[in-house]
């Protein structure tokens, strides 16, 4: 951004110039994202690839294809993505396996026992996994995981299971969702981790965000869960009243605060201070009767962050780097969005 004075008759004006470098190309869509140590921005796209985009908006390819090492089945896939402060990244399979990715390339299997998609606490080698959702890793280096069992065994519908990789290599179960009367539900959409350990959870289902403190105390951060199974609204300000419509992806910032994306309001949203406020998008939300699962208009623009469009009922994914950019994959324009830590969106890539 930067500002230039100019004059027109008696009067001098200040024009506010919004500038940005050129979106980077993407070889094709992007699906998972984090941000390295060295803000080194880490991009898995459709088939295979993981990009990096250096701060000053170098391309490169920590490789081409994840699974060009593995000799035999079962080949690596990456549904979920995490990062740990060594740069090690860790991808969950379509199923039952974790791979893990070093920083100059090589692929191994990480955790799981493949083609047995279970659920089983251990160590590394004998522990088992089923349907990976989503991956969060601490400061610490350890893994928290979301896994959806959809098996419906008991006519009653899928449930999470919230687990926990230690950095010793054991693998435990946190909590169920089915037997955890507080964290009932049968739709997590999103997930994050704070610097000491609490658990954040997006409950699609109930629309509302709700946490999990290290000694198992769940509470609702804010949304009325389950108040409306449909025709939701959205409503700022205290959380004690604030209701929300489709919270998604979650990322926690320096401050603790907590942000989300809401995937059918197609906006971003912090939760801080006892507040619930909009940080970016302003889409046109649609009277509460017209769409029952709740809705805005999508749509895409740059500018100031209270301006700017996205589209992402059909994926976000956020990541967020050292000095509080927000990295946002905006899955119905097929980019990746920059908000800055001082208020601007930008297209940081695309694959169009």
Avoid at 115 to 122: A, R
Avoid at 311 to 340: E, T, V, W
């Amino acid at each position: 951004m930067k500002q230039t004075l100019f004059t027109f008759g008696c009067c001098i004006f200040m024009l506010t110039v919004f500038s940005q470098s050129p979106a980077v190309k993407l070889p094709s869509t992007p699906k998972q994202i984090v941000v390295d140590s060295k803000d080194n921005v880490i991009i898995h796209v459709y088939g295979g690839k993981i990009m990096k985009i250096t701060p000053d908006g170098k391309t490169s390819f920590i490789t081409e294809d994840i699974r060009k090492d593995i000799k035999r089945s079962p080949y690596p896939t990456c549904v979920a993505m995490t990062i740990d402060g060594k740069d090690n990244i860790y991808m969950a399979d379509q199923d039952e396996v974790i791979w893990k990715l070093t920083p100059d390339g090589k692929v191994s299997l990480f955790a799981g026992v493949p083609f047995m998609s279970t659920v089983k606490d251990g160590d590394l080698k004998t522990a088992q996994f089923r349907d990976i959702e989503f991956m969060e890793t601490d400061p610490y280096g350890n893994i928290y995981i979301a896994e959806r069992d959809n098996t419906n065994k008991d006519n009653l519908g899928d449930f999470y299971l919230i687990r926990k990789i230690s950095t010793n290599g054991k693998v435990t179960t946190l909590a169920n969702t089915r037997e955890h009367a507080e964290l009932k539900t049968k739709w997590i959409a999103g997930m994050g981790i704070d610097s000491v350990g609490n658990i954040y959870l997006s409950d699609g289902n109930g629309r509302c965000i709700k946490k999990i403190a290290p000694d198992g105390e769940v509470t609702t951060l804010a949304g009325l869960c389950n108040k409306r199974e449909f025709h939701p609204v959205y409503v700022q300000g205290d959380i004690a009243k604030a209701e929300l419509m489709s919270p998604d992806d979650i990322l926690i910032n320096k401050k603790g605060e907590i942000i989300f994306c809401d995937s059918r309001l197609n906006r971003i949203i912090k939760i801080a201070n006892k507040k619930v406020s909009t940080i970016a998008g302003n889409s046109v939300i649609q009277p509460n009767s017209v769409n029952m699962g709740g809705r805005s208009k999508e749509g895409y623009k740059d500018g100031k962050a209270l301006t700017a469009l996205f589209n992402f009922p059909l994926h976000c994914d956020m990541a967020i780097d050292s000095k509080q950019n927000i990295y946002i994959i905006d899955g119905g324009n097929d980019c990746i969005r920059k908000l800055s830590f001082d208020g601007i969106v930008t297209t940081f890539a695309t694959a169009k």
